[in-house]
């Protein structure tokens, strides 16, 4: 049987390196685009990335998503059976300090792909994954789910608003598989640092290590549901496996403050941490010692206070299921944090 041809934007990122690994395994051809970087921007391929000169089911090739010239290029080069769009500037709290350019990418990104399909007529061929984020239901209330209302909040969240209905905009009008994934936030050992997941397991295995003295945090009071990234990215792919394009919410469905998920961590390290003081001087003590303090510059000037997915329609129709709890991602992230 011919192999499937997959394009991912994104690649570098953390679910781009999981996905990659997975479409794999699966027997495809993988091509994704990266971006020239005056430093290694490829470090999570390390270990999948094997170089063209041998046999290789995965090609790089340069990118951008800002820049149409190249997405044209690229995608009428390879004609993909399908393409994943995880390119973004993905940080919520940088988009409030480089909002344009969040929309250029984030926005702007996926129509570009969109049209490319379209104006290449290629819409018969090529299927469609778009990168949604729960953050697009920004203050609705949980549970959230696919007929929720948006309120995002922040240019992050407004722009994934716009790429997930340009996406079903293309889908009626031109008749692409374009399918919107409107995933919850997932974590692993391969998040990127200053997300906040990450930034919690790393300080706080090198607070116990004493290679760390203190760790600074925002808003400890917001929630949200966790999953595992490698769980997400095998949703991604069943979506595209469905004979008619669908949107799909995918999230655990448990729900955590930022305060809790320092806590489990803590207890797999086998450390009680307590806390004293309200606001912004509230502290976590461990040992005697201050470890945990707010500074302020890590609030947002909007946040989004608690999300918790309904992912029933994916269960059901997908039949996907996480294969991890967010104790078993912690122990993971931690494992991986002390390889490192
Ligand atoms: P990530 O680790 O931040 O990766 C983002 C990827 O986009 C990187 O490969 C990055 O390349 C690339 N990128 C950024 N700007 C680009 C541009 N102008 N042109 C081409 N590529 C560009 O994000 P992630 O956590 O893997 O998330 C993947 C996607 O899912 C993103 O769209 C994100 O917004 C969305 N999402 C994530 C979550 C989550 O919890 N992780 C939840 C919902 C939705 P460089 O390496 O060169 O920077
Ligand atoms: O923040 C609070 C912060 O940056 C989670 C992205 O992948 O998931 C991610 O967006 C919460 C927020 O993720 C710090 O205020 C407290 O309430 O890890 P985060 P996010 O903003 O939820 C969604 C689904 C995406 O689509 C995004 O691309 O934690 N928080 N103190 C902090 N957050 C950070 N980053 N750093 C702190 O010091």
Redesign the pocket.
């Known amino acids: 049987m011919k192999k499937k041809t997959a394009l991912i934007?994104?690649?570098?990122?953390?679910?781009?390196?999981?996905l990659t690994k997975f479409l794999l395994t699966k027997n495809y051809i993988v091509h994704?685009?990266?971006?020239r970087?005056s430093s290694f921007?490829?470090h999570?391929l390390d270990g999948i990335y094997i170089d063209p000169h041998y046999k290789t089911n995965l090609y790089l090739h340069y990118?951008?998503?800002?820049?149409s010239t190249s997405v044209t290029k690229n995608i009428l080069q390879i004609k993909p059976d399908e393409i994943y769009?995880?390119?973004?500037?993905?940080?919520v709290r940088v988009s409030f300090d480089i909002p344009e350019?969040t929309s250029?990418?984030?926005a702007l990104?996926a129509l570009r792909i969109l049209d490319t399909i379209k104006t290449l007529k290629l819409n018969k061929k090529i299927k469609f994954y778009q990168?949604?984020?729960?953050?697009m239901f920004g203050s609705a209330k949980p549970p959230q789910n696919e007929k929720t209302l948006f309120y995002p909040r922040s240019p992050?969240a407004v722009a994934?608003v716009f790429s997930n209905w340009i996406t079903i905009n293309y889908r009626e009008a031109y008749n692409i598989f374009a399918c919107n994934?409107?995933?919850?936030?997932?974590?692993s050992p391969?998040?990127?640092e200053t997300?906040v997941t990450k930034k919690i397991v790393s300080a706080i295995c090198k607070i116990k290590e004493n290679k760390q003295k203190k760790l600074y945090l925002g808003n400890l009071y917001a929630k949200r549901d966790?999953?595992h990234?490698k769980d997400?990215v095998r949703a991604m792919w069943m979506m595209m496996q469905q004979t008619k394009p669908r949107d799909f919410v995918i999230s655990t469905g448990k729900q955590h403050t930022v305060k809790e998920f320092i806590n489990l961590t803590a207890r797999e390290l086998k450390m009680k941490i307590t806390w004293k003081g309200k606001g912004q001087r509230e502290k976590g003590i461990w040992n005697k010692k201050e470890i945990i303090a707010i500074d302020k510059k890590y609030f947002r000037p909007t946040e989004v206070e608690s999300l918790r997915g309904d992912s029933r329609l994916a269960r059901k129709v997908l039949k996907w299921k996480p294969s991890y709890n967010i104790k078993s991602m912690i122990q993971e992230m931690i494992n991986e944090e002390y390889k490192s």
Do not use: P
């Open positions: 934007y994104g690649i570098t990122g953390q679910d781009g390196a999981y994704g685009i990266i971006r970087s921007n490829t999570r990118g951008d998503i800002t820049d769009n995880l390119a973004a500037q993905s940080q350019y250029n990418v984030v990104g990168a949604g984020s729960s953050e992050y994934k994934g409107i995933l919850f936030n997932h974590e391969l998040r990127g997300f966790w999953g990234a997400y």
